[in-house]
């Protein structure tokens, strides 16, 4: 028996009802009208031969295999972008100027910048980090081609959401603390929005805390904590061997959501298999 061939267009209609909240507001966004975003989304279930969503009340809620399907589109329509963008930038020149949040800094993104870097030889690409209201700033100055930045609530962001994380607690494995002393805390500087929404939630919960360590250096942060010096705040994507995610065990406060935006000049050509790189990512 013959494997369906799954059409681009049909994936992309299914990815849209999702991203978009229904079928719509997905119709709106594709400039379809919703009979044929319907008829697409019965044409892909016909293909495929499952039930990609079912009837919960009055709303449609994926399956399944509606929600297996929904991380297989994604990546093979983003496979699909890469490769038409791929050709489209290969004989690009230029610079492209960008800047990073200190919270966004590390972990796969230097490997991603590193392979867009070898992808366009031509390309001056200059990275920046900083702290996102700065970068902000600058981008509106004209200063970067595309800036990524993290706000803890989401009517603060800028630009396009990448994705949402939790801010969490994170200590050495094993780290011990009684809860009657102060707790030690290794942060980056005053402008760090992370230190400020923790020792806010510490101090809502009266709990008491001290700065130890302060720092402008992602390396240096966890190595503070992983040697039981103290405890930081970071998204929980943060933690690394000989780390854990503390607060749950030790009764610290909830922390909020962190959101990851991606800002970028209109009309940007430079950069694009970039942007692709980075939605998939976050």
Request: net charge negative.
């Amino acid at each position: 028996m013959a494997l369906p061939n799954l059409s681009s267009d049909l994936l992309r209609t299914f990815v849209s009802v999702i991203e978009q909240g229904g079928f719509i507001k997905a119709a709106d966004f594709l400039h379809k009208t919703q009979s044929t975003v319907s008829q697409q989304i019965k044409k892909l279930e016909q293909e495929v031969g499952v039930d990609l969503f079912s009837a919960d009340g009055r709303k449609r809620v994926l399956t399944n295999e509606g929600e297996m399907l929904l991380g297989y589109a994604r990546r093979m329509l983003a496979l699909q972008d890469d490769a038409i963008a791929s050709l489209r930038v290969s004989d690009q020149s230029g610079e492209l100027r960008m800047g990073v949040s200190q919270g966004m800094s590390e972990g796969v993104l230097p490997v991603l910048l590193a392979d867009f870097c070898r992808a366009n030889p031509s390309v001056r690409f200059n990275v920046e980090t900083g702290f996102s209201a700065d970068l902000n700033a600058g981008f509106e100055r004209g200063e970067y081609d595309l800036i990524l930045t993290l706000t803890m609530d989401q009517s603060e962001g800028k630009g396009d959401l990448l994705g949402v994380e939790p801010l969490s607690w994170i200590g050495a494995e094993g780290w011990q603390w009684s809860g009657y002393r102060e707790l030690p805390l290794a942060m980056y500087v005053n402008k760090c929005q992370f230190r400020r929404y923790s020792v806010k939630a510490l101090e809502q919960d009266d709990i008491p805390w001290r700065l130890v360590y302060t720092t402008t250096s992602y390396q240096g942060l966890m190595a503070a904590v992983k040697s039981g010096l103290a405890v930081t705040a970071r998204p929980q994507s943060a933690v690394i061997e000989g780390t854990e995610l503390i607060g749950d065990r030790l009764g610290l406060p909830d922390l909020p959501n962190v959101y990851s935006w991606l800002r970028y000049k209109p009309g940007l050509e430079r950069g694009r298999v970039l942007l692709k790189g980075l939605r998939l990512w976050l």
